[in-house]
């Protein structure tokens, strides 16, 4: 390749992929998975990223991003970054924008690691060559057969010792139901499997420490978003009443946001999503904010997605394995990675991030 090839082109896609049966947590239902994929082009390579939001990122990508970025140096990846988030100042830094931004960053690395014929995770700085995962799902609207089903595959089958379900069922509504199931795991996964638990911030602080006293009885070691992640004092309330470690940190779309979560003392470990906050640029930073209060990160789903960076951060803790998006990247990707033992193992002879999309398959979920 040359030094200095130019992006050449940033080509966008909205998918619509169908989840296996209508979920549910605690503050929201859903029955599909929108996917807006991103792949960039230069010097006869292609990159490929892709962030789980709204299919508004791909106008915005096409009219806003790529103007910004296609002619720059490919390798110069953060260059690009800096480019697209001053280009959208009038738009507003988190949510959509972030996402957009998240979904082209992603591509530039992965093109970046494939211009150089490397593996992703040995182009930011392996300091592992495994990532420990832990199984995800255990939707609300589970029954219990159903709920029994997947916790045995994922501690029995695919032997991962830790897994999450939900609870907050109904804003907090049912915390009986909760309780029962949170028992209900615990007998299915005996006690050598770590149970966590994410209520999706439906509980108020009081409900929270109350659950959160209970869920120590079931041996419950991680709480997940107890109450909204935009109540710092109130996470922080809770943290310190309750023996399960808090995190939260999952909707964080930049920096300022992840330091007021460690500086409010509001979590035992901070959760960052590469697809949300503005790609793996911003998201190898976050760790770093988090190491600089002696935090783990631990990165929330899109397992694909994670995996490379993920090798690259001294302080992590794990990485969500979560049943949807891992349902989807096996129904669109080939070169997914298998969990096994509980633990996702980058593939050091397949370069970026060692995925390639089956576009006949993909093209039945196309929705633009």
């Known amino acids: ?16 992929v169908p989840t296996d049966e209508p979920e549910a947590d605690g503050t929201l239902t859903w029955s599909s998975t929108t996917v807006v994929l991103v792949q960039a082009r230069a010097g006869g390579c292609m990159g490929t990223g892709w962030t789980y ?40 830094r988190p949510g959509i924008v972030s996402t957009a931004v998240a979904a082209v960053d992603l591509a530039l690395w992965d ?30 609207s589970y029954d219990d057969a159903t709920l029994r089903r997947q916790l045995e595959h994922w501690a029995g089958d695919l032997q991962i010792p830790r897994v999450k379900i939900k609870i907050g069922e109904s804003w907090g509504g049912r915390v009986e139901r909760d309780l029962l199931r949170v028992r209900q795991a615990r007998e299915v996964l005996g006690d050598d499997v770590e149970l966590y638990v994410d209520a999706n911030g439906g509980y108020t602080v009081g ?7 209970q869920l120590a009885d079931s041996g419950v070691t991680w709480f997940e978003e ?20 808090v995190a939260a940190g999952e909707y964080g779309y930049d920096l300022f946001g992840f330091r007021q979560l460690c500086e409010a003392r509001a979590v035992d470990c901070l959760q960052a999503d590469v697809t949300r906050c503005a790609g793996i640029t911003d998201w190898l930073r976050t760790a770093a904010v988090a190491a600089s209060y002696n935090l783990d990160v631990s990165a929330h789903c899109g397992p694909a997605q994670h995996v490379h960076p993920a090798a690259a951060v001294p302080n992590l803790r794990h990485l969500e394995y979560f049943h949807d998006h891992v349902r989807l990247e ?5 070169g997914v990675l298998d969990p096994m033992g509980g633990a996702l193992r980058p593939d050091p002879g397949r370069p970026g991030n060692g995925l390639e999309l089956r576009e006949a398959d993909a093209e039945q979920y196309r929705t633009a």
């Open 1 to 16: 390749m040359r030094a200095d090839a130019p992006v050449a082109a940033l080509d966008v896609r909205v998918y619509e």
């Open 53 to 92: 939001s709204a299919g508004a990122c791909g106008p915005l990508i096409r009219e806003k991003l790529a103007p910004v970025v296609v002619g720059r140096d490919a390798l110069a990846v953060t260059g690009a970054w800096e480019a697209m988030v001053r280009a959208c100042r009038n738009l507003g």
């Open 111 to 140: 093109l970046k690691a494939r211009l150089l014929d490397l593996p992703l995770y040995r182009l930011l700085g392996a300091v592992r060559d495994q990532v420990p995962v832990y199984g995800s799902g255990g939707f609300t």
């Open 207 to 213: 409900q929270a420490v109350r659950v959160g006293q």
């Open 226 to 245: 107890p109450v909204s992640s935009d109540d710092l004092g109130g996470l922080a309330d809770v943290r310190r009443q309750v023996l399960p470690d």
């Open 330 to 334: 096996r129904l669109l990707f080939d």
